[in-house]
């Protein structure tokens, strides 16, 4: 019983580690989309403010830069979106796993806790046949 223990509390210290893994890829994720977004409107600003043809043709080269950096952060989002899926597969086979051991453990709680109740019957019967033979 004590070993099955001490396997429950090793794989709630695995899912604890896995889960703590994936909030850290989310975090991750949320500052990649969060510098998307703000690519975005730094570039919707910079239209709004071209005016002359001169800052036109510097919006040009501008946008070209900002399009290889979007490009380059939705290609890091995908890969960030993919192990954090990744991540959340680990998390639910170590869950499995730890539920697996938690399960046998009130199995084996269960058969203790009738086989104790048995032992108490059994010394309560032979208790009630000495006293009705006296």
Not at 29 to 38: V, W
Not at 45 to 63: F, N, V
Not at 109 to 134: I, V, Y
């Amino acid at each position: 019983m004590a070993r099955l223990k001490g396997l429950i509390k090793y794989h709630q210290w695995q899912v604890d580690e896995k889960r703590r893994d994936l909030a850290r890829l989310e975090g991750e994720l949320a500052t990649l989309i969060h510098h998307i977004e703000q690519l975005d409107i730094e570039e919707a600003r910079e239209i709004r403010l071209a005016k002359s043809k001169e800052s036109l043709e510097i919006l040009g080269r501008y946008r070209l830069a900002v399009e290889a950096k979007r490009k380059t952060l939705l290609a890091e989002r995908a890969k960030k979106e993919s192990e954090c899926e990744a991540q959340r597969d680990k998390v639910a086979a170590a869950f499995k796993e730890l539920k697996s051991f938690e399960i046998a453990q009130q199995q084996a709680d269960a058969r203790e806790a009738k086989e104790q109740a048995r032992r108490e019957q059994a010394a309560l019967d032979e208790q009630a046949l000495r006293q009705s033979q006296n």
